[in-house]
């Protein structure tokens, strides 16, 4: 077979690592002079200035004829970094958006050179076997007592919640309309999905103090359930304004009493179950009948890394789907795995194996050790702050999200103050408003953050305060 010129060259096969190898050369020195250029955690200049940059270095996009892949390589992964907001940088702490481990990312490569697609044994046979042994894996994480624990893997807490409303709504089906209980502080995914699947609009009770109160809830399913016998109450392990967790063990029991179904959002939380000194933050989430998992925040892979983790398969049976060129009767019959029936996705990456090779790598002892790290660098922060004449802390956080602001600064102030930070480049910040008003909010999410980041974090804020 000819040997086709680079650019045209295939990532599989044998002959594909030899054609990848000098690419990759290309591209890690692009992400190296990349990060160079823009020494911070973010490009200076805002929105008008990083696209100004994009346009001069990248277009055309579509040139009479090409560049050649090195060029191009070169020139948009170059562009990329240079104009990323980057999660390795302790200063880069606004969302929950992780900084990749390497060998996930290494791993990663491997995903996209053997393109698997997950919606067929004959596309994907060891990376089927490989996503069932890992999910399972992971499930039995979250219901150690179960018999047969799985997961399916999705595109991140979005996808996971979908698909346990999907789930409820299909196990009460016969019971009339979905009535769905869930606090002010949960995800606005579980909104969105109600308006997806069509049920009515859920029931959202308040959590002035951050959490899901036991006594209002008792009260509302107990009005509820007068009425209706199809109920899901919906928890969060890890609000995404401030890392809060509600009260798991006291609502799995009102969902016992009350007959609901429980599904617990663990997007955030939930690799505190890979530390043994943390894990039983999440005492409560086995009595869940959906558990969200997402490791693209607090698991360090690169996106997209959700599951959704089921007790048994049964609850997983109303997903099941047939479509001849894919999962054929006779085909399953003989052995073939039917693949369509783990997720509302047709053709989708093989994520699984990212995942899998973080697992082996470090262990359950690994991966604890990072977030029992992480969780320590929120507490130092929280304490650095608490010691900081001119800064107010939230609260004392419960997993990496730190809420604080300089005292006696209005919301006008503090929005000014992180915009300004974002335009210089120096620092991402997020923003969360609480019934105490406006607070800056640090997000927490690289294990290898060191006090000295932290102290010139609140020194850059400080900077930008007003006296």
Known sequence: ????????????????????????????????TGAQDRSGPL?????????????????????????????????????????????????????LHCPPLALAAAADLAASALNPSMDSWD???????????????????????????????????????QLALLLAREAHRTAGPLRIVCGANAHHSIHRAAWLLGLPEPLTLPTPDGTLDPATVHTCLTELTGRSSAVLLTATAGTTDAGAIDPLPALADLADQHGARLHIDASYGGPLLFSTTHRTTLTGLARAH???????????????????????????????????????DDDTEAGLPDLLG?????????????????????????????????????????????AHPRYELHSRPTLTTVLFRPTGADDTTLATIR????????????????????????????PHTQPGDLTTLLKLVEGHTPR
């Not at 990212?354 to 697992?359: F, G, H, Q």
């Open 290 to 328: 959906t558990v969200t998992l997402d490791l693209h925040k607090l698991g360090w892979q690169p996106v997209a890394a959700g599951l959704l983790a089921v007790p048994g398969p049964a609850t997983l049976t109303p997903l099941a789907h047939q479509a001849d060129y894919l999962n054929p």
């Open 123 to 161: 596309q994907a046979p060891a990376a089927s076997e490989l996503e069932t042994l890992t999910a399972r894996t992971l499930a039995a994480l979250v219901y150690p007592e179960a018999t047969a624990p799985d997961a399916l893997v999705t595109t991140g807490g979005t996808e996971s919640n």
């Open 1 to 32: 077979m000819p040997v086709a010129p680079a650019g045209t060259a295939l990532a599989g096969g044998t002959d594909g690592p030899r054609a990848l190898r000098p690419l990759l050369d290309t591209v890690l020195d692009a992400l190296t």
């Open 419 to 446: 915009r300004t930070l974002l335009t210089e480049g120096h620092a991402v910040l997020g923003r969360a408003t609480t019934p105490t008003g406006l607070w800056l909010k640090a997000t927490l999410l690289n």
């Open 43 to 95: 490009p200076p200049g805002g929105p008008d200035a990083v696209a100004r940059a994009v346009r001069d270095a990248c277009l055309p996009l579509l040139p009479e004829e090409g560049t050649g892949p090195h060029t191009a390589l070169r020139t948009l992964v170059h562009t990329l970094t240079a104009g990323a907001a980057d999660p390795a940088d302790p200063h880069c702490a606004a969302h």
């Open 342 to 386: 783990r997720s509302l996705r047709t053709t989708r990456r093989p994520d699984i194996l990212k995942i899998a090779v973080t697992l082996k790598a470090l262990g359950r002892q690994g991966l604890g050790d990072l977030v029992d790290r992480t969780l320590t660098a929120a507490r130092t922060l929280a304490d650095l702050i608490d």
